[in-house]
């Protein structure tokens, strides 16, 4: 089978690549783009670990086709800072010690600007139940949800 | 594997008719990806619905919603008008997975995976809604509760595809509730459903009632006894009793690791009844 042709936009670069049907997005952000800061845990959209936005939606990246990619804006981890400058979240992460081996912060950081864009201030409840879909297995989840509701007091200009 | 996106539903049900009994039609992808990956299925064909502008829609007309098979969860959530109609469909809806999960699992997939405890099948079943199904013979509508035979067994046929469900309009003084058990507060799968749909007179009687169950049968059940339990009553106490021992009398649930038969049968009526009591608060409550 001929590889698919896919064209799509990945942290605001125009990228093209070729597939296969059954590559995950995941597949090919690691494989074929070699944007190794999406972490495969369970490749069965339990630990959250590939968390990449698409369109605007939080989505496991193991969970989508490569294929499925065609036309739409894609943002992983490394889109996340500006250069050198680190994302607020990414700097309260580091501050609060929210991670340990560090396999599932980029898809905790993704998941978490995405629910930063949409609720800037969130309760407690609120974010961790949006981080439910992303699992750690070290640091117990509070110095996490500690680093997120400081970034978003942060960014609010407390 | 071949993948195919397009853009018409004649598209899709050309593909699907020609791909043969392995042909798969991607939504959302949550379950068929997984799937794939665990070697469950290996099909040759896999048509991806998404690039079908009817399948992405909510609409709403005369009262009457029609949502797209394909629309996420996190759309349908952020829906004020679907909301503000079939609270229990949304929420029910809104109760599957993670926020990753939510960003793609769509209704047609959470009902075609055809799992007895899908959350959203028992809320579908009890707001009466239909599906539209396009295949090679054109379109064709049947209740919600006919899609499913058994787990993992479906009545549509070769080449056939779910587009949208459709709802009902919504009378005066009613709405749905849905409720499920789980041992913890998310992200698991349902022990046990209930879907509840109320309308009631001005009077405060209740004039129709479904009760539907999911965790309890080998498909998603709709209990008519226990509806007729509760029409041309209030509700009381001894209306819900006798509507959540007609539930409980239902269930054919199995024993598994979430559930033995007789802790579902018992929690079937009692979720009704609480599921009941919310969706009667809220019909009381829309105008």
Same mark, same amino acid.
């Given at each position: 089978?001929?590889?698919?042709?896919?064209?799509?936009?990945?942290?605001?670069?125009?990228?093209? $690549?070729?597939?296969?049907?059954? %590559?995950?997005?995941?597949?090919?952000?690691?494989?074929?783009?070699?944007?190794?800061?999406?972490?495969?845990?369970?490749?069965?959209g339990d630990c959250g670990a590939c968390s990449v936005i698409a369109d605007g939606r939080l989505v496991c990246a193991c969970l989508m086709l490569g294929v499925e990619a065609e036309?739409?804006?894609?943002?992983?981890?490394?889109?996340?800072?500006?250069?050198? %400058?680190?994302?607020?979240? %990414?700097?309260? $992460?580091?501050?609060?010690?929210?991670?340990?081996?560090?396999?599932?912060?980029?898809? $905790?950081?993704?998941?978490?600007?995405?629910?930063?864009?949409?609720?800037?201030?969130?309760?407690?409840?609120?974010?961790?139940?949006?981080?439910?879909?992303?699992?750690?297995?070290?640091?117990?989840?509070?110095?996490?949800?500690?680093?997120?509701?400081?970034?978003?007091?942060?960014?609010?200009?407390? | 594997?071949?993948? #195919?996106?397009?853009?018409?539903? #004649?598209?899709?049900?050309?593909?699907?008719?020609?791909?043969?009994?392995?042909?798969?039609?991607?939504?959302?992808?949550?379950?068929?990806?997984?799937?794939?990956?665990?070697?469950?299925?290996?099909?040759?064909?896999?048509?991806?619905?998404?690039?079908?502008?009817?399948?992405?829609?909510?609409?709403?007309?005369?009262?009457?919603?029609?949502?797209?098979?394909?629309?996420?969860?996190?759309?349908l959530g952020e829906h004020a008008v679907a909301k503000a109609l079939w609270p229990g469909v949304v929420e029910s809806t809104e109760l599957i997975g993670s926020t990753q999960i939510?960003?793609?699992?769509?209704?047609?997939?959470?009902?075609?995976?055809?799992?007895?405890?899908?959350?959203?099948?028992?809320?579908?079943?009890?707001?009466?809604?239909?599906?539209?199904?396009?295949?090679?013979?054109?379109?064709?509508?049947?209740?919600? #509760?006919?899609?499913?035979?058994?787990?993992?067994?479906?009545?549509?046929?070769?080449?056939?595809?779910?587009?949208?469900? #459709?709802?009902?309009?919504?009378?005066?003084?009613?709405?749905?509730?849905?409720?499920?058990?789980?041992?913890?507060?998310?992200?698991?799968?349902?022990?046990?459903?209930?879907?509840?749909?109320?309308?009631?007179?001005?009077?405060?009687?209740?004039?129709?009632?479904?009760?539907?169950?999911?965790?309890?049968?080998?498909?998603?059940?709709?209990? &008519?006894?226990?509806?007729?339990?509760?029409?041309?009553?209030?509700?009381?106490?001894?209306?819900?009793? &006798?509507?959540?021992?007609?539930?409980?009398?239902?269930?054919?649930?199995?024993?598994?690791?979430?559930?033995?038969? &007789?802790?579902?049968?018992?929690?079937?009526?009692?979720?009704?009844?609480?599921?009941?009591?919310?969706?009667?608060?809220?019909?009381? &409550?829309?105008?």
């Open positions: 089978m001929a590889k698919a042709h896919v064209t799509t936009t990945v942290n605001g670069d125009a990228v093209e $690549f070729l597939c296969d049907a059954e %590559q995950t997005l995941l597949d090919v952000l690691r494989d074929e783009l070699y944007l190794t800061g999406s972490k495969e845990g369970c490749a069965s036309g739409l804006a894609i943002e992983t981890i490394e889109g996340m800072a500006d250069g050198d %400058q680190l994302h607020p979240l %990414q700097t309260k $992460f580091l501050e609060h010690a929210a991670l340990q081996c560090g396999v599932c912060t980029p898809g $905790f950081l993704v998941a978490a600007k995405s629910l930063l864009e949409r609720n800037p201030d969130p309760t407690e409840i609120e974010v961790r139940y949006w981080l439910a879909g992303n699992l750690c297995r070290c640091t117990g989840y509070d110095k996490i949800v500690r680093a997120v509701l400081d970034t978003a007091e942060e960014m609010r200009g407390g | 594997m071949r993948y #195919e996106a397009p853009e018409s539903v #004649e598209g899709a049900v050309a593909l699907l008719a020609g791909g043969g009994p392995r042909g798969r039609v991607l939504a959302g992808g949550t379950d068929l990806l997984v799937q794939l990956r665990a070697g469950m299925v290996a099909p040759e064909l896999v048509v991806d619905i998404k690039r079908i502008a009817e399948t992405r829609k909510i609409r709403e007309a005369d009262g009457k919603l029609v949502i797209g098979a394909a629309v996420s969860g996190a759309e939510q960003g793609r699992a769509s209704l047609a997939g959470n009902l075609c995976n055809a799992s007895p405890a899908a959350d959203t099948v028992p809320a579908l079943v009890a707001a009466a809604a239909t599906c539209k199904i396009a295949g090679p013979n054109g379109v064709r509508r049947i209740p919600v #509760e006919d899609v499913c035979t058994g787990p993992g067994q479906l009545s549509l046929g070769d080449g056939e595809f779910v587009v949208a469900f #459709e709802f009902p309009k919504r009378p005066p003084r009613s709405a749905d509730a849905y409720l499920r058990f789980i041992p913890r507060t998310e992200m698991d799968i349902a022990v046990v459903g209930a879907g509840v749909n109320l309308a009631f007179d001005d009077g405060g009687r209740c004039v129709a009632a479904r009760v539907a169950l999911g965790a309890v049968a080998p498909t998603v059940i709709l209990v &008519e006894e226990a509806g007729q339990a509760l029409v041309g009553t209030t509700c009381d106490a001894a209306a819900l009793q &006798e509507m959540a021992a007609a539930a409980s009398a239902a269930c054919r649930p199995i024993d598994d690791k979430r559930g033995t038969v &007789e802790y579902r049968t018992k929690v079937a009526g009692v979720l009704a009844t609480r599921a009941a009591g919310i969706a009667a608060q809220r019909a009381k &409550e829309s105008r």
